[in-house]
Every structure is written in C-alpha cells, then in structure tokens.
C-alpha cells in the first residue's frame, strides 16, 4: 500500500492499521477474526428485527441484491464483464445455488428460533464436512476429525432432544443450513483455480438470480418500507464486510489457531439473545452448545492448516478470498451464511 493511499485513509483507520502491524501475525489474526464475529453478529441481530416484521423473500433478494452490487463495484472495476470468465461454470452456478440456499434456510431460522440456537446448530457444518470430505473429496480423515465429530453430533442430539414426538420441526431449519453450507464449502474447495473475484460475483449473481425468481413468484402480504429496504441493504453490506475479515484473519493465523475464536459467535448469539431479544437460556442448549463446539474445536484442529500470508505483507486485494474461503470453520457455518 502506498504512503498516499495511507495518507487518504481517516486518522483512526491509520492508527488502527499501525496497532495491528506491531502484533505477532497470530495475534494480528485473533484480533481480525474477534473483529469479524461481531460483525456477524450485528447482521445476525439486524436479521432477526427486520424477519419479524418482513416476508423473508424480501430480505433475501434484498441482501442479495445489495451483496452483488458492492462486489461488482469494488471487484468489477472499469471491466466488470471479466468476473464471469470462469473455468468452471457449472462448479460455479451449484456454488451459488448452495451459497442461496444457506442465505434463504439461515434467515428462516431466524425467523423461527431463538438467535442462540440458530447460530449453535448452524456451527454443525465443520463436522458434516468431515463426514462428506472423505465420500465427495476422497480426503483422508483422522480419528481425531472423526472423534470430535461424534462429540459434536451428540451435542446436537442434546439440543433438539432425543424423543421424535417432541420434536420441534423448526430445528431442522438450522441443521439444513450447515448441510448446504458444507456442500458449499466442498465445492469452493474444487474451485481454487477460479480467480477470487471472478468467484466472488458468482456468489452474489446466482444467488441474485435465485432471489429474483422467489421474490416474483412468492406473494407477500406487506411490501417493506424505505427504512426497511434500506437495513436490509445494509445487512448485504455487513455481510460482505465480515466475509472480508475472515478472509484478513485467515491470511494471517493459522486455522487450527483460529478454530476455538469461531465460536465466540455462538456465545456472542447467547448473550444477545438473552440480553437484547430477551431469550431464556436453558440448561440444556447451553450443554449442547458446549459440546457442538469442542467437537468442531477438535475436528478443525485435526487438519493442523498452515498460515497463508501475502508475501509483500499487504492485503492483494479488495475481495481476495481464494485461500480463507476453503477452510471450513465454525464461523463458515452460520457466519458465512449470512
């Protein structure tokens, strides 16, 4: 980055950016990534107050809608035409299907449950990747992957509950999320060669696409007014900006270092469910909770990742997210979704 381009940049981003240059890259990560959960957060909360008052369809095209336009500005340049050159258009278009289907499935839930357990169940999809990256990928996968997907899997058990009579049907909502995130995250795995940004605007055009059709065939019975349209813009822009900083966190920390910070979100959801939405915390989601994410601790700890660092120790681009995008961590669960 040039010493213009730094002279440009507000006194409190620069002195932000120089606090960071003099911690441990490790250090550097955390702090990005603790960054970025809150920024989930935010959106998740924003999410939650906006589907209780608005059709669901209408958040989803709108995020869409204002998710593509960011990236084709920031990304596009003066040829935007180039983000759709890809060497694999069909690995493409089923990313971007699956990257819909997390977004409508994960604002649904919200629309149903309690943010807390939303976001503990949607932390499910490190543990599905384990269960399908061997089958879809042919990876070798640990004792150790396997033990602490067991471990996580018991802690869903515990809660949705272990008697099908009572089962609450809406939990099935946040468990279908991190199956189609974990399908979103295989193929973002296969589709390395892509430039980032080229993979960046699939993700927003299909998904795009997707909304348009849902919010013209779906009849809602209110329409969401300027304010409203204008949040829920926002919430794309919110989302956009955290997938941004888990990109920055990955490129510094290792991902087995950063694995334990992803489930801040879950208690980040908890604390906020109690306090702002005024939730009651049971024992038994705490419990679940708990064991959701020592088991995903585990099973991101088992891939023992190396760090990924920009070799001029510069970021290499506004929406660079080749090498953060396919590791798979609790906050790829739910957070990603968004």
Not at 10 to 23: D, I, K, M
Not at 154 to 162: D, E, H, K, N, S
Not at 258 to 265: D, M, N, Q
Not at 291 to 309: C, F, H, K, N, Q
């Amino acid at each position: 980055m040039t010493a213009r381009a730094g002279a440009n940049r507000p006194a409190a981003v620069n002195r932000f950016a120089a606090t960071l240059s003099r911690l441990s890259p490790t250090r550097r990560g955390a702090l990005i990534y603790v960054a970025a959960s809150l920024v989930f957060i935010t959106t998740d909360s924003l999410t939650k107050v906006l589907v209780s008052d608005v059709p669901v369809v209408d958040v989803v095209f709108g995020r869409n809608l204002a998710y593509l336009s960011v990236v084709v500005l920031v990304a596009g340049g003066r040829s935007p035409r180039r983000l759709l050159a890809t060497a694999h258009p069909w690995a493409q278009l089923a990313r971007g299907l699956a990257m819909f289907g997390t977004t409508a499935t994960y604002f649904t839930a919200l629309s149903l449950l309690p943010i807390a357990e939303v976001s503990t169940l949607s932390s499910t999809t490190p543990l599905i990747v384990v269960a399908l990256a061997g089958p879809l990928l042919g990876e070798r996968v640990t004792r150790a992957a396997i033990l602490g997907a067991v471990v996580g899997f018991a802690g869903v058990l515990v809660m949705v509950g272990l008697d099908p009579a009572h089962l609450d049907l809406a939990v099935l909502v946040p468990l279908a999320n991190a199956v189609i995130f974990a399908l979103f995250t295989l193929l973002t795995r296969a589709l390395r060669g892509d430039p980032p940004g080229v993979t960046m605007f699939w993700s927003g055009l299909v998904p795009m696409v997707a909304g348009t059709v849902l919010f013209a065939a779906v009849p809602t019975a209110s329409v969401p007014s300027p304010g409203q349209w204008a949040a829920i813009g926002l919430v794309g822009v919110m989302a956009l900006s955290g997938h941004r900083l888990l990109v920055a966190a990955y490129r510094w920390g290792r991902a087995s270092d950063l694995a334990p910070l992803g489930y801040l979100s879950v208690l980040w959801a908890f604390l906020v469910g109690a306090i702002v939405f005024l939730e009651p915390v049971e024992l038994r989601a705490v419990a679940g909770a708990l064991a959701i994410a020592a088991g995903g601790i585990v099973v991101l700890r088992s891939s023992d990742e190396e760090p990924i660092a920009p070799a001029s120790g510069e970021y290499a681009g506004p929406l660079e997210d080749g090498g953060a995008a396919a590791r798979p961590g609790p906050a790829s669960g739910g957070d990603a979704s968004r």
